[in-house]
């Protein structure tokens, strides 16, 4: 089962678009999604590893949609009396003004407008994330994002996203006929399973991007993660 991209056909939320009903909605099943199928549980088993009590870290979340990862560090930071900073990057500014009004209470959110291959940052982070965003690249494009990841962060790095397989598109198939139905949560989850990248693309596009000694886990719900931890 070969991976499936046409750069000229675009996901729905990545058209240019304002802030609409339909794209709240999209978002809102995203961040259930992200709840219910385990990417929360996988992104805190890291913070837990990496983010000490009483410890301070600057994080860069790329590709941050409507800000539900960066909401969820900065919860579990309060829980242990840390100190974050975090910096939420998407290209889509209705998505961002979506993220915003979602952070209102996050005074240690910050977002920003950026494309994450074209971007320019003076400093770097501590913590690099990228969830859930890589499948939406072309293969050299999503070396180029492992490659910033990891020129971006001085210790973690975190990239996590589906895994193509038979399992992931017949889920994605029955969800969106049986309980996601919107139009555009539709179109982008099946897209999406097809575009996806293997356990085994994931490992070589590190490879490419000049990781070394990373670590690698597929996980429950058809997720996986690559990750670099430097002591």
Request: glycine share 4%; proline share 3%.
């Amino acid at each position: 089962m070969k991976r499936s991209f046409d750069p000229a056909v675009l996901e729905m939320m990545d058209r240019p678009q304002p802030v609409s009903a339909e794209l709240e909605r999209d978002l809102e099943r995203l961040r259930q999604l992200n709840r219910w199928f385990g990417s929360y549980r996988l992104v805190l088993g890291f913070m837990r590893r990496w983010i000490q009590p009483g410890a301070r870290a600057r994080i860069l979340d790329l590709a941050t949609g409507s800000g539900d990862i960066p909401r969820l560090i900065a919860d579990y930071a309060r829980e242990i009396r840390a100190e974050v900073e975090i910096h939420g990057l998407d290209r889509q500014a209705a998505t961002l003004d979506v993220a915003r009004k979602l952070s209102i209470g996050y005074p240690e959110i910050q977002y920003r407008e950026a494309d994450i291959l074209e971007c320019n940052f003076v400093e770097a982070y501590d913590i690099a994330l990228c969830t859930l965003a890589l499948h939406h690249f072309t293969d050299e494009d999503a070396v180029m994002v492992l490659r910033r990841c990891r020129e971006l962060s001085r210790r973690f790095v975190l990239v996590s996203d589906l895994r193509r397989g038979l399992l992931l598109q017949s889920g994605v198939y029955l969800l969106t006929a049986l309980i996601f139905r919107e139009p555009m949560t539709r179109h982008d989850a099946r897209l999406s399973a097809v575009r996806a990248f293997s356990f085994a693309e994931m490992r070589d596009l590190a490879l490419r991007a000049g990781w070394k000694d990373f670590g690698r886990r597929k996980f429950r719900f058809a997720r996986q993660a690559i990750w670099v931890e430097v002591a």
